[in-house]
C-alpha cells in the first residue's frame, strides 16, 4: 500500500510518498500554480501521481495555527480535502502540520543549502514531514 502526503499552500502544493513498506517518506515533487484558485491542473497531477503509484490514501497537512484554533487557510484546506476526495475516491487523512515548515526549513539549513535556495524544496520536505509523522503514528498503533 502506498499514501502521498501532501503540503498545501496557496501557490504550491508539496507532495510526498511513503515505500511500499510504509516505514519511510519520500519527497516527490511540487506542484505549482500561478494563481490560489486556479486548481484544475494542480487535481489533474495529484490524480496522476496517485494512479502511478497506486496509493490508497491521502494524507494532507492541516494548517492549524499554534493556539490550535482555525484561521482562513484551514478553510481552503477542508475544501480542497473535499475535493480531492470526489476527483481521486480516496480517504484523506488530515494531518496537523504545525511546525512542519519550520523543521523543513531547519532541515535544509542544517544540511547546508543556502537561503535563497531553500523555498525551492520546503514544500515538497514539509509534505514529507507530514506523511512521515502519519506513518510513525501508524506504527505506533501497531506496537502498542
Known amino acids: 500500500m502506498r499514501i502521498i502526503g501532501l503540503d498545501f499552500g ?3 502544493v508539496g507532495v510526498a510518498v511513503c515505500d511500499p513498506l510504509m516505514i519511510t517518506a519520500q519527497g516527490v515533487e511540487i506542484i505549482r500554480r500561478k494563481e490560489e484558485n486556479k ?9 496522476e501521481l ?27 484546506t477542508m475544501d480542497f480535502k473535499a475535493a480531492l476526495e470526489r476527483r481521486t475516491g480516496l480517504e484523506v487523512v488530515m494531518w496537523d502540520e504545525r511546525l512542519t515548515t519550520v ?20 514544500d515538497m520536505i514539509a509534505a514529507q514531514l507530514i506523511l512521515q509523522g502519519y506513518l510513525d503514528s501508524l ?5 502498542g
Open 50 to 76: 496517485c494512479a502511478e503509484y497506486n496509493a490508497e490514501r491521502i494524507v494532507l497537512g492541516l494548517p492549524k495555527n499554534m493556539n490550535n484554533t482555525s484561521g482562513d487557510r484551514v478553510d481552503k
Open 39 to 47: 486548481l484544475r491542473q494542480t487535481y489533474a497531477r495529484i490524480e
Open 103 to 122: 523543521a523543513a526549513d531547519n532541515a535544509m539549513m542544517e544540511a547546508g543549502i543556502r537561503r535563497e535556495n531553500r523555498k525551492e524544496y520546503v
Open 10 to 12: 496557496s501557490r504550491t
Open 139 to 143: 506504527a505506533a498503533e501497531q506496537k
